[in-house]
């Protein structure tokens, strides 16, 4: 297991994750971001606002960034898909 | 070991039954620390003892097989652990545990229902407790389909609030995501919010209430009905 955190890059800054998060190795830390953003995104929409995270920079204990995992990126291409359908 | 006398007593049931329900109970009472993390009842073992807290915070867990956790409810001061057994049952699906360090006192679950038995006073407040609990979790469960997570933290950050002394309350941003069964991003991103308006400072492992009204407002009508219920039916609270 090792510590990742994910530092939220937002339209004028960034916001920092205090803690981390132990999982197994990057994928699943990029696995926890695209979940977090799912959640992020949602309360957005739910709220009626403008969703203020762009991407997830995701960097081990010594601070080294490892990935950017953009928002979109959150988003399942068939949902996008499903709504593009025209009928 | 003398038991503590009912003026000194700082729970918030224990101050308001009459003094023979005290009596009946009092003898019982065993000081207690309550460091954070201390589990009070494990979920599925059986009751054993009932804790009247002081100081502190608890927090009523229900989890899933795969351990996603939530918060069912708090408790502070005002309150009392292990009320099930008060209820009849002798074990309960949801863990108890501390998430504010603190202090109080426990009470053998045979002592407790002996007690109350005895004393009219001591039951009618506990079973009172129970009901304002019961409307806690109801507003809960209100909240956590009808808010947005800022607003759910507004919640949230209020009760706490009620149950420390002072401002500023140690959470962690884990024990916040517990409590409002969202990812800890989504945590760390509504306290940004919240902190944004000026009505908290957060900090690594701690928050400050800055600005209460502001706080109520925002939290638009889910904080402050359960809690009225407890000043209406038991005594003073927060």
């Known amino acids: 297991m090792s510590r990742f955190y994910l530092h939220q890059q937002i339209a004028n800054g960034i916001i920092e994750d205090p803690d981390g998060t132990e999982v197994i190795d990057l994928a699943a830390a990029r696995h926890e971001a695209i979940l977090a953003a799912r959640q992020l995104l949602a309360n957005a929409i739910l709220v009626g606002v403008t969703p203020i995270g762009r991407a997830f920079q995701i960097t081990d204990e010594a601070g080294q960034a490892l990935l950017t995992v953009p928002f979109r990126d959150a988003l399942p291409p068939r949902f996008i898909n499903v709504l593009d359908d025209t009928w | ?238």
């Not at chain 2, 502070?76 to 006192?105: C, H, K, N, W």
């Not at chain 2, 809690?227 to 039916?233: G, H, I, M, S, V």
Request: aromatic fraction near 8%.
């Open chain 2, 1 to 238: 070991m003398p038991h503590p006398t009912q003026s000194f007593v700082r729970n918030g049931l224990l101050s308001v039954i009459d003094a023979a329900g005290y009596a009946a109970i009092g003898p019982h009472l065993e000081p207690v620390d309550l460091p954070k993390g201390t589990v009070l009842i494990e979920a599925g073992e059986p009751f054993t003892h009932a804790h009247f807290l002081n100081s502190g915070i608890g927090s009523i867990i229900v989890s899933t097989a795969d351990s996603q956790r939530v918060e069912a409810g708090i408790f502070g001061r005002e309150g009392l652990a292990g009320f099930g057994s008060l209820l009849g049952a002798d074990r309960g699906p949801q863990t108890t545990m501390i998430q504010v360090e603190g202090e109080g006192y426990r009470v053998s679950i045979g002592a407790l229902r002996n007690a109350c038995q005895q004393s009219d006073s001591l039951r009618e407040t506990l079973l009172r407790y129970v009901h304002v609990f019961i409307s806690q979790t109801s507003y809960t469960s209100l909240s956590n389909v009808s808010q947005s997570v800022e607003g759910r933290l507004a919640r949230w950050l209020l009760m706490c609030h009620d149950r420390v002394t002072g401002d500023d309350i140690a959470l962690t941003h884990e024990f916040l995501s517990i409590m409002l069964a969202v990812q800890r991003p989504s945590v760390t991103t509504a306290l940004h919010m919240i902190e944004g308006y000026g009505f908290i400072k957060a900090r690594r492992s701690n928050i400050t209430i800055v600005d209460r009204d502001a706080l109520v407002d925002f939290a638009d009508g889910m904080y402050g009905t359960p809690e009225a219920e407890y000043r209406r039916l038991i005594g003073p609270f927060g």
